[in-house]
């Protein structure tokens, strides 16, 4: 899929968000496909993500605000397309610190895609989720990108506005395009525990109790590898493909209860079946499973990884010691860091 840019490709892309789990992956797959690479991000989790690439030839990080209009401005020069996955991230982030979630997912998203046109950059990829579709009407059937969103948290109150805003500008000569992103997992150089998959597999690997709630709820899964090649996807595919559409990312087999997810934890620690323990509590409302043919038939896309290959390098980085504090708080979204509005 990746190739090097074409002459009428773009060539810098401002990757917003970037020393995040999801970003400091692209930024290592857009190098790789022969793009330049502009960072921007303000370190709520550290840096550390985008070290390894300090010294790629075409790449180079500004240390920033996405709602600071000095900054975002200097940040879009030169640049052919966007990838915006700067945000507070997560239902647990946003109902933490919701001001900041509104200025950042809110008003901060609408200043970059405002400064975009402005630069007359067309390409603007929008990190969305699949949280927009909240609780499924038919808990036996499937969502897809036409049925009615129905969020049921701010995180994705703030995603389906802007999806609208950025879906409704109706400027030809703008080509935004909104990925709704399954729920990741898996090892990226910015790891993250707060995820079902890599949270699971953390507690079980350091032979904690694993409490699960809402063990019967559908949710769908992605590797974090194969959202970050959705990202460069949508950055190269023709305008008439992509441009003002929203697309699923992940993979309609990859719809699991997380029940099925314990499962497939213990195939791979089996000594741990006895940790686990199943409760009820009333808090997370999201269950849906969907449908993700529109992104195979349009763009060919199709994922490289499954659940059981994330699990296996989760518990590869912890038992060889790679990641040496995996409670470490650089390691999960739940509780933001607030930083200044501007
Ligand atoms: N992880 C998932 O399961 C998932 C699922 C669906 C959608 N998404 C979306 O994908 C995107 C990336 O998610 P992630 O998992 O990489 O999250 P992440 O928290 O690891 O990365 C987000 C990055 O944005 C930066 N950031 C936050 N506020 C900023 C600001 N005001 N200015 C500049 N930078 C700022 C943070 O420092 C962080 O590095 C987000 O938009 C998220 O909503 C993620």
Not at 49 to 56: E, S, T, V, W
Not at 64 to 73: A, K, L, S
Not at 326 to 339: E, F, L
């Amino acid at each position: 899929m990746a190739h090097a840019p074409s002459p009428s490709s773009p060539q810098t892309v401002l990757v917003t968000g970037a020393a995040g789990y999801i970003g400091s992956v692209l930024v290592g797959l857009l190098l790789d496909a022969g793009y330049r690479v502009r960072g921007l991000d303000n370190l709520m989790f550290g840096g550390q993500g985008l070290l390894a690439y300090m010294n790629r030839p075409g790449f180079e990080f500004v240390n920033g605000d996405i709602r600071d209009q000095q900054t975002v401005t200097a940040a879009m020069a030169g640049i052919s397309a966007v990838v915006h996955l700067a945000a507070i991230v997560g239902d647990p982030a946003c109902k933490a610190e919701p001001d900041l979630a509104k200025t950042v997912n809110g008003a901060g998203a609408r200043l970059l895609a405002d400064t975009a046109i402005d630069a007359n950059i067309k390409r603007f990829v929008f990190a969305s989720t699949c949280s927009n579709y909240g609780k499924m009407p038919d808990p036996t059937g499937y969502v897809e990108e036409t049925t009615p969103l129905n969020p049921v948290s701010l995180y994705a109150e703030l995603k389906v506005a802007f999806e609208e805003h950025l879906l409704n500008l109706g400027r030809p000569s703008f080509e935004p395009v909104c990925l709704r992103f399954a729920t990741v997992y898996g090892l990226s150089p910015r790891p993250r525990f707060d995820l079902t998959v890599n949270e699971f597999t953390r507690e079980l690997t350091l032979g904690r109790k694993l409490e699960i709630y809402g063990e019967r709820f559908w949710r769908p899964y992605c590797h974090v590898v194969d959202l970050a090649r959705a990202c460069l996807l949508a950055v190269e595919s023709p305008a008439e493909l992509v441009s003002y559409q929203a697309f699923n990312v992940g993979d309609t087999r990859e719809n699991y209860q997380k029940l099925t997810l314990a499962g497939l934890i213990v195939e791979q620690l089996p000594e741990t079946e006895s940790l686990i323990s199943y409760v009820s509590r009333d808090e997370d409302p999201r269950d849906y499973r969907v449908r993700f043919g529109k992104i195979r038939k349009a763009l060919g896309f199709t994922i490289t990884r499954r659940i059981p290959d994330g699990i296996k390098e989760i518990i590869e980085a912890l038992r060889s010691g790679l990641i040496v504090d995996p409670d470490d708080s650089r390691y999960t979204n739940r509780r933001s860091v607030s930083t200044t509005a501007t």
